[in-house]
């Protein structure tokens, strides 16, 4: 699976009519090996709209960035509400929890979208994804109201984005509050770390979009 995560910065005055472009994305739900699309301004940053697009395969997202992605970004006039826009694109590694039950339909109940976005020292990637497979995302199976997730990311790059959804704020909160200290601590985070940026997407709903054929899309 592909992971398009997006960030864009957006003017108070445009807020309302970013939100409106990005409801046309709905054009998105019967495009070949598009799987899903969410997003929502970031708690952390309110002039931040972030969005995560899930896709079967590189092959369909190249076919629709060279196809049809012009024709529904710029018929939209999109490009005229925000000030700057950061796309990364990347290969799912591993599932984080129920995968299944989340692309089935799981997402739907997602009030928030954290994201974790982690810049890796020389030398301690496999460290890194060795942790996350043994430390975090057994942690985070068991946690009440985390309803699945991706790990992604880019080795030659060192970047990697952890993307879990949250039934709730208030169930987020409480994993940080009572689980996340102890688990650095578990997985020696800051010997591998050399940046980390975090976000807490609240979920628009206008803004989602699942494909009208579900069937394979995650596999």
């Known amino acids: 699976m592909l992971i398009k995560w997006i960030v864009c910065n957006v003017p108070e005055e445009k807020r309302e009519a970013f939100s409106l472009a990005q409801q046309q994305w709905s054009a998105l739900r019967d495009v070949p090996g598009f799987v899903a699309q969410f997003g929502g301004w970031n708690a952390v940053n309110p002039a931040e ?4 697009g899930l896709w079967k395969d590189r092959d369909s997202y190249t076919a629709f960035m060279e196809k049809i992605h012009d024709e529904i970004y710029i018929s939209r006039g999109q490009q005229e509400t925000f000030d700057r826009i950061a796309v990364t694109v990347m290969e799912m590694m591993l599932p984080v929890g129920h995968l299944e039950g989340l692309l089935s339909g799981g997402w739907m109940k997602a009030e928030l979208i954290r994201i974790a976005d982690c810049w890796v020292l020389p030398g301690r ?3 890194f994804l060795q942790m996350q497979q ?5 942690a985070m199976e068991q946690t009440d109201g985390m309803l699945g997730g991706v790990f992604a990311g880019d080795m030659s ?8 959804w949250w039934k709730s704020a208030e169930l987020h909160r409480a994993y940080v509050k009572n689980h996340v200290a102890n688990l650095r601590e578990q997985a020696d985070l800051d010997l591998d770390i050399e ?23 995650g596999r």
């Open 195 to 217: 940046r980390i940026v975090g976000y807490e997407v609240r979920c628009e709903p206008s803004w989602r979009v699942t494909a009208t054929v579900q069937s394979d899309k």
């Open 134 to 138: 043994e430390v975090w995302n057994p």
């Open 49 to 52: 709209a972030c969005i995560v």
């Open 125 to 127: 990637e496999a460290h």
């Open 157 to 164: 790059a060192r970047r990697f984005l952890t993307i879990t």
